[in-house]
């Protein structure tokens, strides 16, 4: 990849954009790298770390700052949360270099995380049960019915606005949607996240618990695969060879995913990992929301995705043992 291409991206200092500057950085340590900071401090040490990156300090509400930021990037990445203003402020931004044409002729320019909870269907009662009716989600096959699901639901109005906003602008726009993301962060600030949620509410209540009988099931990727498959993502999309071949908008949702895991395999392995006497506990979702807000949510349903996408154009996970993973460096996840 021509080492004179300007990345900009924003969530830098959280646990996935941390993740996605750190792999960008060792795999591609020439090129010019962007980053959107809330705090000058924070903007100095990253910069003494990282010394291809150069801080843009400001916030996702400083709307002007990222349009003329992303105006001048080949490429953004988005790893700050569901923003559909400053979504669109950049998504404008990238449309001012495209002078009118259409969105597939420039390929991607804009690569944006989002997550399969828009999948999770709240209006129904959360069991805690797998649904033996339920499959797995694939991103070719499912690709329409994703884009159009009920845009209350997590992700959902923010997944659709980009979409809709990327292809009335003519920027071409991925969406990339990680499971459950295991293992310790790889950038130099936030390296956990979800995992270390249960892990410290099995350690405070003494027991492992899932929600009525565990066997929900995620699909999970390691945090590691995430920055892999996100900088594979972007090389194949800045790659003349490869032009043509990522779909965007329409065709631009990937999932990134390397195997499932129910509530109660996790719920068992703590209890054996933390020596634990007493077996695993069955709380109501009521109960499961208390311990944290989106404890119902996170332990108490489940969806099951394949990246079919990613696997059509060659990546595969390389972290394959969740075990592993919830204990790398002492880690204090589950
Ligand atoms: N973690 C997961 O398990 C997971 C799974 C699937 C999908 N995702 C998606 O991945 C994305 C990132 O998640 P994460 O887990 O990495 O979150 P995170 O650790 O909380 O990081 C969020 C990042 O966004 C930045 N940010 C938030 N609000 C901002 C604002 N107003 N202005 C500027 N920067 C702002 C934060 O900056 P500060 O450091 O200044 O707060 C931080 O760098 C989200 O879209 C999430 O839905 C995450």
């Given at each position: ?295 119902h949510i996170m332990w108490g349903c489940g969806e099951r995705v394949r990246a079919d996408k990613l696997a059509e154009l060659g990546w595969r996970p390389k972290d394959l043992d969740w075990k592993a993973l919830m204990e790398e460096h002492g880690g204090e996840r589950a």
């Amino acid at each position: 990849m021509p080492t004179e291409y300007n990345i900009f991206l924003t969530g830098a200092t959280g646990f996935a954009g941390g993740t996605i500057l750190d792999c960008l950085a060792k795999v591609h340590p020439d090129i010019r790298i962007k980053a959107l900071i809330r705090q000058e401090e924070v903007a100095k040490e990253l910069e003494s770390v990282y010394p291809n990156l150069t801080a843009v300090v400001g916030d996702l509400a400083s709307l002007p700052l990222l349009k003329s930021t992303a105006a001048e990037a080949d490429f953004v990445i988005h790893a700050g949360g569901d923003d559909i203003p400053a979504l669109c402020a950049m998504i404008h931004g990238l449309a001012s270099r495209n002078r009118g044409s259409d969105a597939e002729s420039h390929g991607p320019q804009l690569l944006s995380l989002t997550g399969p909870r828009s999948l999770i269907d709240l209006s129904k009662p959360i069991t805690g049960s797998l649904d033996p009716k339920s499959r797995p989600w694939s991103d070719i096959t499912d690709a329409q019915r994703i884009l159009s699901v009920p845009e209350d639901r997590i992700h959902a109005d923010a997944d659709q606005a980009i979409i809709a906003h990327s292809k009335s602008r003519g920027v071409g726009t991925i969406l990339v949607s990680p499971g459950q993301l295991w293992g310790q962060g790889k950038g130099h600030l936030k390296k956990e996240r979800h995992a270390a949620f249960y892990y410290a509410a099995v350690k405070s209540r003494g027991r492992a618990f899932v929600v009525g009988d565990g066997t929900a099931t995620w699909s999970w990727t390691s945090i590691g695969d995430l920055g892999d498959a996100v900088v594979f993502l972007m090389e194949q999309s800045l790659s003349e060879e490869f032009q043509g071949r990522v779909g965007v908008n329409d065709k631009g949702y990937y999932f990134v995913s390397s195997g499932d895991l129910s509530m109660i395999e996790r719920a068992k392995a703590v209890t054996e990992r933390l020596g634990l006497r007493e077996g695993v506990e069955s709380i109501s979702a009521a109960a499961a929301k208390e311990i944290h807000p989106f404890g119902h949510i996170m332990w108490g349903c489940g969806e099951r995705v394949r990246a079919d996408k990613l696997a059509e154009l060659g990546w595969r996970p390389k972290d394959l043992d969740w075990k592993a993973l919830m204990e790398e460096h002492g880690g204090e996840r589950a």
